[in-house]
Nanobody
Framework: VQLQASGGGLVQAGDSLELSCAASGTIYSSYVMAWFRQAPAKEREFVASVSWRNNKKDYSDSVKGRFTIFRDAAKNTVYLHMNNLKPEDTAVYSC????????????WGQGTQVTVSS
């Protein structure tokens, strides 16, 4: 599986933006796809994930209520719709995939920059 993320950009605080991550290869029903982000001088942090089998979604507290993760199984693509963006959301956003809930992420996309100006 290879992942290709896109959709980043420069926006103002309060704006919305949608990222997409297209997966090539087979996405099995047990897979989980996720978004992570890394701001300058900070560690990478989990943003959101979605289970391919049952569409179960998880979010970090920092984005809950503002971001929505959803998948299009027919396109092997996962999206991250971000509303009410804040300057602290500025980061490189990467998508990742793992083979099951309790396994490590084994493939990462190249990352896309999101910059939110105040």
């Amino acid at each position: 599986v290879q992942l290709q993320a896109s959709g980043g950009g420069l926006v103002q605080a309060g704006d919305s933006l949608e990222l997409s991550c297209a997966a090539s290869g087979t996405i099995y029903s047990s897979y989980v796809m996720a978004w992570f982000r890394q701001a300058p001088a900070k560690e990478r942090e989990f943003v959101a994930s979605v289970s391919w089998r049952n569409n179960k979604k998880d979010y970090s507290d920092s984005v809950k209520g503002r971001f929505t993760i959803f998948r299009d199984a027919a396109k092997n693509t996962v999206y991250l719709h971000m509303n009410n963006l804040k300057p602290e959301d500025t980061a490189v956003y990467s998508c990742a995939v793992k083979s099951s809930t309790y396994s490590p992420y084994f493939e990462w996309g190249q990352g896309t920059q999101v910059t939110v100006s105040s």
